[in-house]
């Protein structure tokens, strides 16, 4: 496994036969962030295979671009903020791991401010996101899931 927290040297970290797929991994990871914190949805799922699967924390079981993409269209109207800092990652051939922090409000309730780390797990096929699961503690989310539930 290879951990890398500098991402200036990561290509200097990998070397051997899977170099390339984990620079490829790596930058896929590094794109997944900086897409999700522009606000880039559309960007964002693009780093997605069309057959793709994710387990999400809130969301539950996704099957399909076609299924995510529409539903990531409605992020900007969701959160008053939403920024989702990269704090490390590890990638091992088509395998990837990160640790984040979620900073967030939700539309109807800017005032009630959401933090939490998450971990993603990520399975890639190539260069993209064929399976991705993320954890994370639910209860600070509790104004977004007051807000999709109507109240």
Not at 17 to 33: C, F, G, Q
Request: aromatic residues 12%; charged residues 25%; negative net charge.
């Amino acid at each position: 496994m290879t951990t890398v927290n500098n991402f200036s040297d990561a290509e200097a970290i990998w070397s051997g036969s899977d170099a390339s797929h984990a620079m490829e991994n790596h930058e896929t990871i590094r794109k997944y962030y900086e897409y999700a914190n522009a606000g880039k949805w559309d960007a964002w799922c693009d780093l997605f295979t069309d057959d793709m699967v994710m387990d999400e924390q809130l969301a539950g079981h996704i099957e399909g671009l076609a299924t995510l993409r529409p539903m990531m269209a409605g992020m900007g109207q969701a959160y008053a903020v939403f920024k989702n800092e990269l704090k490390e990652m590890a990638v091992e051939g088509n395998e990837g791991s990160s640790l984040s922090h979620i900073t967030a409000a939700a539309a109807k309730y800017p005032d009630q401010p959401i933090e939490a780390y998450a971990m993603n797990f990520f399975r890639f096929r190539d260069g993209k996101i064929a399976y991705m699961r993320n954890v994370h503690d639910s209860k600070p989310f509790a104004p977004f899931l007051r807000q999709i539930s109507g109240g």
